[in-house]
């Protein structure tokens, strides 16, 4: 059985994508490691044109929740990046190391942003 937390999460994960409107669920994966220890594999079709992908690697340390690594990669219909948050410790220079946003041009430093927000930014992005 899931820790509460854990399952309080994955739960407004899906809440937040069910509440989204034009978006074809094309995978949804709750890779389950450990009871402490999950994986999150998301692939969501914008407006049957773009693509956004959601990947997290979660673990609980001392009853909170931590995202131990992530990617959230936002392409449009000619799979063209639009944007990218991730923290792969490829850009030591930036502020926010290693966590940053790739844009079309440009990495720029930026803090991780909850799985809404990034929604929200996609949505936003195709109004």
């Known amino acids: 059985m899931l820790p509460k937390i854990l399952s309080d999460y994955l739960n407004q994960v899906e809440q937040a994508i069910v509440q989204c409107k034009n978006v074809y669920v094309e995978r949804y994966e ?9 994986n ?6 914008f407006n049957q044109t773009h ?12 009853n909170q929740l931590e995202i131990l690594d992530y990617r ?3 392409q449009d219909e000619r799979s ?3 944007f990218r948050y991730d923290s792969t410790p490829h850009f030591p220079n930036l502020s926010t190391f290693p ?9 720029i430093g930026s803090q991780k942003p909850e799985i ?3 929604l929200k930014e996609a949505t936003e ?3």
């Open 72 to 74: 959230y990669h936002f």
């Open 125 to 127: 992005l195709l109004m």
């Open 116 to 118: 809404t927000q990034v």
């Open 30 to 38: 709750e890779e389950i490691l450990t009871s402490q220890r999950a």
């Open 40 to 45: 999150l594999r998301i692939r969501l079709r």
């Open 51 to 62: 693509l956004l992908e959601i990947n997290e690697a979660i673990v609980i340390t001392s």
């Open 99 to 107: 966590h940053h946003k790739h844009l079309p041009d440009d990495v």
């Open 80 to 82: 063209c990046l639009v």
